[in-house]
């Protein structure tokens, strides 16, 4: 697997499972649109699981692992690696990411690991069941990275501030639209009697479900709400949908792995999450033309939405339903909020900052 016996510079990229969350999304972009000229890819899934199993190409041998739960991988993690001796690690999640940093002493020396960073530790981590710990083990194992891609750059200055992580081992790469799959959107028509909203991500305490349910059930003007995405709370949310009287108005349409079908007939996406890193819901909706409604949060949200350009980050609920009522969206230019995604997140343009990096991470061990 090496890239003296190919020519290329070969890339082991792995990840825990194939559901359509937004790492997920964004691995299944690279492992498609990689130079092949450039770069062997061989992708190791640890759980033979969701719905992005179909995006994989046929030209990128798979390897499937079938561990429930990722830190029971590592030993199988490590002799693979031995056995291959790829010139690059990719990986991606908090706890992946983790565990590989743990295990670089005992890997091999030449091999390049590069973690694609998807939270701001800071605050994922106060959602462990014993954060202190993950604290100290992101402190003390997060430098032996060769290089951390970043989302957005409160990720990146939380890496370095807050868990000591060198500036020159990070670089900032946004996450990817691919825009040659993108349908027409509706707004190209003629307006819809009903507010079209929607909601994309998974079901999950941050995403901050319960409060987008909670200030719909105020709205007092005719409105319909899909919710795109699966999770653990979607019993809980579906009995609150029916608490609140809203039944006939929440669709839940579950995991897709291609919202966009539906992105593009909505007027305005609603965005609940207490904190993000760099939200692929967001710039999809950008790149539909759809606005985003949000409440102010922690992460990177802040860095996508333009008050007034291509949505809001309001202070609260009640400033979120005048919005509303007002169709305030409306006014805004899609055309102009569908550019400027293009020119920030288009994939081509994302894949080559990433070829840039990795092949920068190969060339530093050489």
Known sequence: MTSQHTNRVSILVIIPSLHTGGSERVIMHLVRNLDRTKFAITLLVLKKEGVLQHMIPDDIE?????????????????????????????????????????SIPVMPSKTA??????????????????????????????????????????????????????????????????FSILPVP????????????????????????????????????????????????????????????????????GSLPNPFSHLVQADCMLLGSYYEGFPNAVIEAHACGVPVLAWRSSGGTAEIIRDGVNGWMASGTEQLLQLLRERAFAKLDKQSIVDSARSRYDLPHIIRQYEKELLAAYQSKQ
């Open 113 to 178: 690991y590069v973690a694609r960073e998807s939270n701001i530790i800071s605050i994922r981590n106060k959602d462990e069941r014993y954060p202190k710990l993950f604290n100290f083990l992101f402190k003390t194992v997060y430098n032996r990275f060769t290089k951390v891609i970043c989302q957005s750059e409160v990720m990146q200055n939380d890496l370095v501030d807050n868990f000591g992580v060198k500036y020159k081992k990070t670089v900032l790469i946004n996450n990817p639209v691919d």
């Open 186 to 253: 509706s707004w190209a028509f003629a307006p819809h009697e009903k507010m079209q909203l929607i909601s994309v991500g998974q079901l999950r305490p941050e995403k901050g479900y319960p409060r987008i349910l909670r200030m719909l059930s105020e709205l007092d003007v005719p409105f319909e709400y899909k919710i795109i995405g699966g999770g653990a709370m979607e019993a809980d949310l579906r009995a609150m949908v029916e608490e609140l009287g809203l039944t006939d108005k929440v669709t839940f349409l």
């Open 62 to 102: 798979t390897i499937y692992f079938n561990f429930a739960r990722t830190s029971r991988a590592i030993f199988s993690i490590i002799k693979l690696i031995w056995s291959r001796r790829p010139d690059i690690v990719l990986s991606t999640l908090g706890h992946l990411n983790l565990l590989v940093a743990s």
